[in-house]
Each structure stands twice: as C-alpha cells, then as structure tokens.
C-alpha cells in the first residue's frame, strides 16, 4: 500500500460524511524545498504556525509545491479551513507513526529528518531513537538522511545527527563521524562525534582527538574516551601528540578528572603522576576512590600501590585482585590475595577462581593448599584441573588425588569416585597409590556398587568404616550383608557382635531415666 493511503486509514476515521472527504489529503512533505543543509538549518526557526485545512488532515504547509509521494484527489470546495498548531501537525505524525510498520516507519521517519522545520526535525530524531531503544531495524534511508545533516550550519542539528548516526551503525558511520570530527569547531557537535570515535577508534581520528583534549571549552569526558580507546589500540603513537595529551591531563586538578582521563595518566604519566593518583585512594569522596582505584589497574607499575591499599580498605579489594590477576598471576601472590579482605564472599570467590584460572596449572594445588581455603574453595579451584588436555604432570597428579579427598570427606562419594578412576597413576609414589585405592573403595561402598574392582581384597576394617557412616538402616542392612558373605567366619567376636547388634537400632529408653535428656518442663 502507498504510504499516502496508509496515511489516511491510520490517522483518520474509517467513514467520513461528505463535508469531511474533501479535507482529507494524504501525507505529503515539501521534498522539492532545498535541502541543503545550509538551508534546513537556516529555515527551521523561521517557520510560522501552519494553517491546513483541518486538525484531521495530514497536510503540512507547502507540501502542495512537489512530494515523493503521490496526491489524492482534491474537492474543489473544502468544507471549511481552520488553523493547526505544529503540536497538533507533530502529534498526527505521532499516530501515524504508530501505525506504521518495516520500510514504511523509516520513510516516514527519513521524511522528518529531512524537514527544514525544527519540530518535525526533532520529532523525527526522537521517533528514530525511540525504534533503535526497542531494537526496531531502520533502513538505510535513516542513516543517508542523518549524515546529510552532519554537514549542517547548526551546532545543536550536528550534534543530534552524530549521536543518531553512532546508534544507528551504519557501514560508513565511522568514516563520516571522523570527517565530521576532523572540521568541527562548536565543542556542542564535537561530543557526540568524540563519543562516536571512542566506540570506532581509528588512526584518522587522532590528531582532531588530540586537539579537543587540549582546548579550553573541551567536551573534555567525551574527549578522553576517544583519546583513551585510541590509546588502547595503541593508536596515540606520536611524540607530540602524547606531549599534548599529557598537557591536557596535568593541566586539571587529578580529583576532577572522568574515569578516562584518570586511566590515560595511569598508563602514560610518570612516578609522579601514579603518586597523585595514589593519593586519590583515600580521597573523602567514595567516587573519586573508585576512578582512582580503577584507573591504577591500567598499569603494572602500580599492583603494589593497589595491594597495600586493599590491606586497609575493602573497597580497593576488587581493583587489587584485578591488578594481580593481570600482571602477577604467581603462587605467592595468589597467598596474598587469598589474604586481603573482600567486600563480600562472591567477591573472593571471584577473584580467587580468576587467579587460579591465570596461575601456572603446576602451581595451583601448592598455592590453594597454603592458602588454607578450606575443602568447599579448596574443590572449586581444583576442578579446573580436570578440565586439563594437556599431560598430566606430578604436580598436577597430585592436585586431582586431593580433590578426590576433598569430595569424599564433603559426602560425595559419586564425585570422589568419578575423579579418583580418572587419575593417572603414571607420577604416583606408593604412598599416593595407596591413597588412591582407599578413595575407591570409600566412594564405591559410599555409592552402594559393591561390585567394583577396588573392593577385591579389600579388608573387613574398610566394610567397618563405611558401615558406620551408614545414614539408613536399608544401607546398613546391605553392608552387614556384603561384609558377612565376603568374610564369614573370618571375622573377629567383636566384629561378629557389631554385626549382630546394629548400632543405629537404640534400645527402648526409659523416660525417667536422667541419662536419657528428656526436654519436658
């Protein structure tokens, strides 16, 4: 359906009377009016309040000049004419809008954009970001009529079409926002495309990024995540432009600058410039503690720095733990993260878990050890020795044994048995061996599968054991049973007697009796 016609049944009733069918007009924009950019931005304050024929008509002043859309029959005797405010024009196109869907929506849409008149103008900047917020596709069309309007006399128009254009994603958005960056002068248009470089940094856009950092009226956040994402490309690789850069940082007071900045003096300042930052670390306001902490995680020059203040404020826990994570992952150091206390237990976990997934593999199960962890951390770091495809190693060999020791003492017996069968016995000593064994045989009496091949020959004393961690009488009962057919007469008179008088089965107690603990009164 044209979109003329969808015009009409979307803004309009569905039956009309005779004196109202001549005043409907389809939706028609004024697309012959120069369309330089020069001339929207030079025209969009000076329109007048719009007369059409009617509050239920679509129709625009001067849309009868040329449209691309075509126009409905006209009666050649209006019923009546009265006068439509631009609130009432924006919200018709507010329902028409609506009703619109797919290729139609961005038409419309384009259409606004490319409207001298500032009310449509700005409708159509908010219907565009409106559809992106709800993750609605606009065509191509949007993004054409977007960067038309990069070239536009009007700072505020530049700077609305820059943020669009940096939503919408257009193949060429990079390319235009850095063109347009490269000749802006009104720091208002300049932060949106600043912004934009920051998510596509690239070498063209240095030097103009350079540039607003230094100046006065610099957006000067916006400024520095583009010269921060550039640094992280390693893009910044001029003498002259980190001379000016650096400039730009030192000139501020360190307590003011946004996260990037602060970064960007972490990265490139000298001992000096860590110092001030250091000092930032017990700053009165939370915030700035934060910029500070995190900004010191982008250089190893200061994991220390990090380390000693996470020893007396929690806050700075994280920031430290991320610092040894990146440059220290060792086994002491490993120790003394295990140390420091963390704002919260998932915290630890956390940082814990990173830096055993960095540490050298050999090095794991010595470090988790030391650390005294306890079994439930202890199992959480050792498993991912399991997830090993390399040759197991001494070292390595060792960590999995634990595990499985650690899981059975937990109560999981299944887990302890499916770990303990996966080890390779090719770096045990005797000893570790004789460990190994006694892991199966836990884990598979624990599991009831009696018929395992650890259980050959294994002796009365084990079936004993297990028999007094029985939970229920039905596991008790089968463990009587095994032990009785697999050693018979074999057994000892005590050992004959525990059989014979099950030790979870109490005798009748007698309620007067004292030694019995009643809790009545």
């Known amino acids: 359906m044209a979109l003329s016609g969808i015009c009409l049944g979307a803004c309009t009733p569905q039956t009309h009377t005779q004196a109202e069918k001549p005043v409907l007009r389809?939706?028609?924009?004024?697309?012959?009016?120069?369309?330089?950019?020069?001339?929207?931005s030079a025209r969009r304050e000076k329109v007048a309040t719009p007369t059409i024929p009617?509050?239920?008509?679509?129709v625009l002043p001067e849309i009868e000049q040329t449209s691309g859309f075509p126009k409905a029959e006209l009666d050649p005797e209006p019923a009546r004419a009265v006068g439509t405010s631009i609130s009432e024009v924006v919200g018709l196109y507010r329902r028409l809008h609506d009703r619109l869907e797919g290729e139609e929506r961005s038409a419309l849409i384009a259409e606004l954009l490319n409207d001298p008149r500032s009310a449509l103008l700005d409708l159509g900047f908010e219907l565009a970001h409106r559809n992106l917020s709800a993750?609605?596709?606009?065509?191509?069309?949007?993004?054409?009529?977007?960067?038309?309007?990069?070239?536009?006399?009007?700072?505020t128009i530049r700077a609305d079409a820059a943020g669009l254009l940096t939503r919408l994603v257009t193949p060429d958005a990079m390319v235009v926002l850095t063109e347009a960056l490269s000749r802006e002068t009104d720091p208002i248009a300049a932060e949106p495309m600043l912004?934009?470089?920051?998510?596509?940094?690239?070498?063209?856009?240095?030097?103009?990024?350079?540039?607003?950092?230094?100046?006065?009226?610099?957006?000067?956040?916006?400024?520095t995540a583009a010269a921060w994402a550039l640094e992280l490309e390693d893009l910044i690789d001029d003498a002259d432009n980190r001379d000016t850069l650096m400039m730009a940082l030192e000139n501020r007071d360190p307590a003011d600058l946004p996260s990037a900045a602060m970064k960007l003096l972490a990265?490139?300042?000298?001992?000096?410039?860590?110092?001030?930052?250091?000092?930032?670390l017990s700053h009165d306001d939370p915030a700035i503690r934060q910029r500070a902490a995190s900004a010191l995680v982008e250089t190893s020059r200061a994991t220390e720095i990090l380390v000693n203040a996470a020893g007396t404020d929690?806050?700075?826990?994280?920031?430290?733990?991320?610092?040894?994570?990146?440059?220290?992952?060792?086994?002491?150091?490993?120790?003394?993260?295990?140390?420091?206390?963390?704002?919260?237990?998932?915290?630890?976990?956390?940082?814990?878990?990173?830096?055993g997934s960095a540490l050298p593999r050999d090095s794991l199960c010595e470090a988790v050890v030391e650390s005294a962890l306890g079994d439930t951390m202890t199992s959480v770091l050792l498993r991912q020795l399991l997830t090993l495809d390399s040759t197991p190693t001494p070292q390595i060999t060792k960590g999995i044994l634990l595990l499985a020791?650690?899981?059975l003492r937990l109560g999981r017996p299944s887990e302890a048995l499916s770990i303990a069968d996966s080890i390779s016995t090719e770096f045990m000593n005797p000893r570790q061996a004789s460990i190994l064994l006694d892991i199966k045989r836990k884990g598979a009496l624990g599991m009831g599968l009696f018929d395992h091949?650890?259980?050959?020959?294994?002796?009365?004393?084990?079936?004993?054991e297990v028999l007094e961690l029985a939970k229920d009488e039905a596991t008790e009962q089968s463990v009587i049973e095994q032990i009785r057919t697999r050693f018979g007469d074999d057994l000892a008179l005590e050992q004959q007697l525990r059989l014979d008088t099950p030790e979870h089965l109490d005798a009748p107690q007698d309620p007067d009796d004292p030694q019995n603990g009643s809790t009545d009164g």
Not at 199 to 218: T, Y
Not at 453 to 464: A, N, Q, T, V
Request: net charge negative; proline share 6%; aromatic share 6%.
């Open 267 to 280: 990265r490139l300042g000298s001992t000096e410039n860590l110092e001030q930052l250091e000092s930032l």
């Open 314 to 355: 929690q806050g700075v826990y994280a920031h430290a733990a991320n610092s040894l994570i990146r440059y220290q992952p060792t086994k002491q150091r490993f120790i003394e993260l295990a140390s420091l206390a963390a704002t919260t237990e998932d915290a630890r976990h956390d940082a814990l878990l990173r830096m």
């Open 26 to 40: 389809p939706l028609e924009h004024a697309s012959t009016v120069n369309h330089e950019p020069e001339a929207i």
């Open 453 to 464: 091949p650890s259980l050959d020959d294994s002796p009365p004393l084990l079936w004993f």
């Open 405 to 407: 020791q650690i899981e």
């Open 195 to 223: 912004l934009g470089v920051s998510r596509w940094p690239n070498a063209d856009a240095v030097d103009a990024v350079i540039r607003w950092c230094a100046r006065e009226d610099s957006p000067f956040q916006a400024a």
């Open 54 to 58: 009617s509050s239920a008509a679509l």
């Open 135 to 155: 993750r609605i596709v606009l065509s191509p069309d949007v993004g054409q009529a977007a960067s038309l309007l990069m070239k536009s006399s009007d700072a």
